[in-house]
Protein backbone atom coordinates (compact mmCIF):
# COMPACT_ATOMS: atom_id res chain seq x y z
CA UNK A 1 0.00 0.00 0.00
CA UNK A 2 2.60 2.09 0.67
CA UNK A 3 3.14 3.09 -2.90
CA UNK A 4 0.14 4.96 -3.53
CA UNK A 5 1.18 7.44 -0.13
CA UNK A 6 4.42 7.90 -1.62
CA UNK A 7 2.67 9.17 -5.04
CA UNK A 8 1.03 11.54 -3.24
CA UNK A 9 3.64 13.30 -0.65
CA UNK A 10 6.80 12.55 -3.74
CA UNK A 11 4.72 13.86 -6.84
CA UNK A 12 -1.50 18.37 -11.66
CA UNK A 13 -5.73 17.40 -10.93
CA UNK A 14 -7.99 17.57 -13.78
CA UNK A 15 -10.47 19.71 -12.06
CA UNK A 16 -9.91 22.38 -14.77
CA UNK A 17 -8.62 21.95 -18.83
CA UNK A 18 -5.72 24.54 -19.28
CA UNK A 19 -7.18 26.40 -22.12
CA UNK A 20 -7.09 29.99 -22.92
CA UNK A 21 -9.14 31.83 -19.99
CA UNK A 22 -11.56 34.44 -20.63
CA UNK A 23 -12.15 37.78 -18.05
CA UNK A 24 -9.86 36.42 -15.49
CA UNK A 25 -7.47 38.57 -13.32
CA UNK A 26 -3.51 38.75 -13.90
CA UNK A 27 -1.42 35.49 -13.56
CA UNK A 28 0.47 38.21 -10.66
CA UNK A 29 -2.95 39.15 -9.03
CA UNK A 30 -4.08 35.16 -9.49
CA UNK A 31 -0.83 34.21 -7.57
CA UNK A 32 -1.40 36.53 -4.68
CA UNK A 33 -4.63 35.96 -3.76
CA UNK A 34 -3.71 32.46 -3.56
CA UNK A 35 -0.74 33.09 -1.51
CA UNK A 36 -2.91 35.21 0.85
CA UNK A 37 -5.33 32.32 1.23
CA UNK A 38 -2.57 30.18 2.13
CA UNK A 39 -0.98 32.59 4.45
CA UNK A 40 -5.24 33.03 6.13
CA UNK A 41 -6.04 28.99 6.33
CA UNK A 42 -5.38 28.20 9.85
CA UNK A 43 -7.07 24.63 10.06
CA UNK A 44 -9.24 23.33 7.08
CA UNK A 45 -10.81 19.49 7.52
CA UNK A 46 -12.14 17.94 4.38
CA UNK A 47 -13.32 14.93 2.57
CA UNK A 48 -10.96 13.27 0.21
CA UNK A 49 -10.81 10.94 -2.85
CA UNK A 50 -7.54 9.75 -4.68
CA UNK A 51 -7.09 8.55 -7.53
CA UNK A 52 -3.68 7.17 -8.73
CA UNK A 53 -2.86 6.74 -12.34
CA UNK A 54 -3.72 2.95 -12.72
CA UNK A 55 -7.67 4.61 -11.70
CA UNK A 56 -7.54 2.74 -8.20
CA UNK A 57 -9.57 4.74 -5.65
CA UNK A 58 -9.22 5.74 -2.13
CA UNK A 59 -11.40 7.83 -0.07
CA UNK A 60 -10.69 9.13 3.98
CA UNK A 61 -10.54 11.92 5.61
CA UNK A 62 -7.80 15.07 5.52
CA UNK A 63 -7.14 17.59 8.46
CA UNK A 64 -4.73 20.91 7.94
CA UNK A 65 -3.50 22.89 10.13
CA UNK A 66 -0.80 25.24 9.68
CA UNK A 67 2.11 25.61 9.67
CA UNK A 68 2.97 22.04 8.16
CA UNK A 69 0.71 19.74 10.26
CA UNK A 70 -1.83 17.57 7.83
CA UNK A 71 -3.07 13.99 8.63
CA UNK A 72 -4.30 12.02 5.56
CA UNK A 73 -6.46 9.14 7.24
CA UNK A 74 -7.45 6.72 4.46
CA UNK A 75 -10.51 4.23 4.62
CA UNK A 76 -9.82 1.41 7.24
CA UNK A 77 -9.46 -1.36 4.63
CA UNK A 78 -6.54 0.64 2.83
CA UNK A 79 -4.35 0.09 6.17
CA UNK A 80 -2.50 3.44 5.33
CA UNK A 81 -2.33 6.85 6.71
CA UNK A 82 0.35 9.99 5.95
CA UNK A 83 0.73 12.19 8.76
CA UNK A 84 3.10 15.98 8.72
CA UNK A 85 3.94 17.28 11.98
CA UNK A 86 5.52 20.77 10.52
CA UNK A 87 8.90 19.38 9.51
CA UNK A 88 8.40 15.52 7.88
CA UNK A 89 5.56 13.90 6.29
CA UNK A 90 5.69 10.38 7.17
CA UNK A 91 3.93 6.98 5.77
CA UNK A 92 2.77 4.26 8.07
CA UNK A 93 1.76 1.09 5.98
CA UNK A 94 0.14 -1.26 8.43
CA UNK A 95 -0.21 -3.71 6.78
CA UNK A 96 3.25 -4.46 6.52
CA UNK A 97 4.15 -2.74 9.51
CA UNK A 98 5.98 -0.19 7.63
CA UNK A 99 6.78 3.58 7.74
CA UNK A 100 8.71 6.04 5.88
CA UNK A 101 9.60 10.23 6.09
CA UNK A 102 10.20 12.31 4.43
CA UNK A 103 10.96 16.37 4.59
CA UNK A 104 8.18 18.46 3.69
CA UNK A 105 10.50 20.79 1.96
CA UNK A 106 11.65 17.96 -0.70
CA UNK A 107 7.82 17.44 -1.15
CA UNK A 108 5.41 19.40 -3.80
CA UNK A 109 3.13 19.37 -0.56
CA UNK A 110 5.59 22.11 0.61
CA UNK A 111 3.41 24.23 -1.35
CA UNK A 112 0.39 24.31 0.77
CA UNK A 113 1.78 23.39 4.27
CA UNK A 114 4.44 26.22 3.82
CA UNK A 115 2.31 29.06 3.40
CA UNK A 116 5.02 31.45 3.49
CA UNK A 117 6.83 30.00 0.16
CA UNK A 118 6.80 32.37 -2.24
CA UNK A 119 4.41 31.35 -4.94
CA UNK A 120 5.69 34.15 -7.58
CA UNK A 121 9.07 32.70 -7.43
CA UNK A 122 8.57 28.87 -8.01
CA UNK A 123 4.37 29.04 -8.96
CA UNK A 124 2.93 29.83 -12.38
CA UNK A 125 -0.97 30.36 -13.01
CA UNK A 126 -2.70 27.87 -14.98
CA UNK A 127 -5.60 29.08 -17.29
CA UNK A 128 -9.07 27.55 -16.72
CA UNK A 129 -12.06 28.10 -18.61
CA UNK A 130 -13.79 29.55 -15.46
CA UNK A 131 -13.38 32.56 -14.15
CA UNK A 132 -14.69 31.46 -10.43
CA UNK A 133 -11.49 28.82 -10.49
CA UNK A 134 -7.49 29.52 -9.87
CA UNK A 135 -5.32 27.19 -10.55
CA UNK A 136 -1.29 27.12 -10.01
CA UNK A 137 1.35 24.67 -10.91
CA UNK A 138 4.14 24.75 -8.65
CA UNK A 139 7.65 23.03 -8.51
CA UNK A 140 11.23 23.87 -8.31
CA UNK A 141 13.41 24.06 -11.39
CA UNK A 142 16.49 23.24 -9.25
CA UNK A 143 15.01 20.21 -7.72
CA UNK A 144 12.85 18.10 -10.61
CA UNK A 145 13.56 15.01 -7.91
CA UNK A 146 10.84 17.09 -5.77
CA UNK A 147 8.10 16.97 -8.62
CA UNK A 148 5.72 19.21 -9.28
CA UNK A 149 1.78 19.70 -7.61
CA UNK A 150 -0.97 22.04 -9.38
CA UNK A 151 -3.29 22.73 -7.30
CA UNK A 152 -6.80 24.16 -7.53
CA UNK A 153 -9.01 26.30 -5.61
CA UNK A 154 -12.70 27.71 -6.10
CA UNK A 155 -13.61 31.35 -5.46
CA UNK A 156 -15.94 31.01 -2.24
CA UNK A 157 -17.54 33.87 0.16
CA UNK A 158 -16.80 33.51 3.30
CA UNK A 159 -13.47 31.27 3.24
CA UNK A 160 -10.24 32.01 4.32
CA UNK A 161 -8.76 34.57 1.36
CA UNK A 162 -12.02 34.12 -0.29
CA UNK A 163 -11.45 30.92 -1.84
CA UNK A 164 -11.69 27.32 -0.93
CA UNK A 165 -8.60 24.42 -1.93
CA UNK A 166 -10.87 21.86 -4.31
CA UNK A 167 -7.88 20.22 -4.55
CA UNK A 168 -4.74 18.95 -6.55
CA UNK A 169 -2.45 16.69 -8.83
CA UNK A 170 1.12 15.40 -7.99
CA UNK A 171 3.55 14.01 -10.22
CA UNK A 172 6.48 12.93 -8.99
CA UNK A 173 9.83 12.56 -10.97
CA UNK A 174 8.99 9.30 -12.69
CA UNK A 175 5.59 10.52 -13.69
CA UNK A 176 3.48 8.85 -11.01
CA UNK A 177 -0.25 11.07 -11.05
CA UNK A 178 -2.06 11.01 -8.09
CA UNK A 179 -5.34 13.17 -8.10
CA UNK A 180 -7.37 14.47 -4.90
CA UNK A 181 -10.51 16.14 -4.55
CA UNK A 182 -11.92 17.42 -1.65
CA UNK A 183 -15.39 17.74 -0.36
CA UNK A 184 -16.97 19.13 2.62
CA UNK A 185 -14.74 21.57 2.95
CA UNK A 186 -14.23 23.51 6.58
CA UNK A 187 -12.09 25.95 7.49
CA UNK A 188 -11.19 27.30 10.81
CA UNK A 189 -12.57 24.61 13.24
CA UNK A 190 -10.77 23.62 15.99
CA UNK A 191 -7.77 21.31 15.16
CA UNK A 192 -5.62 19.26 18.05
CA UNK A 193 -2.03 18.88 17.96
CA UNK A 194 -3.06 15.48 18.69
CA UNK A 195 -4.42 14.64 15.33
CA UNK A 196 -0.85 14.60 13.98
CA UNK A 197 -0.33 11.66 16.50
CA UNK A 198 0.27 8.07 14.86
CA UNK A 199 1.13 4.58 16.62
CA UNK A 200 4.14 3.04 15.57
CA UNK A 201 3.40 -0.50 13.80
CA UNK A 202 7.26 -1.26 14.67
CA UNK A 203 7.53 -0.92 18.07
CA UNK A 204 3.69 -1.27 19.50
CA UNK A 205 5.24 -1.00 23.25
CA UNK A 206 6.13 3.04 22.42
CA UNK A 207 2.86 3.59 21.69
CA UNK A 208 2.63 6.92 19.91
CA UNK A 209 5.09 9.41 18.73
Do not use: C
Not at 34 to 55: E, K, W, Y
Not at 138 to 149: C, M
Amino acid sequence: MLKYGFALIAAPLALTASLPATAQQSPADSLSKISNHLRSMSTMTANFSQTDRSGQLLTGTLTLKQPGKIRFQYQKDANLLIVGDGKALTLIDYEVNQVQRWPISNSPLAALLNPERDLSKYGKIVPTRNPNVLSVEVNDPKRPEYGVITMVFSKKAGAPGGLALDGWVSLDSKNNRTSIRLSNQKFGVPVSNSNFNWTDPRKKSRGKR
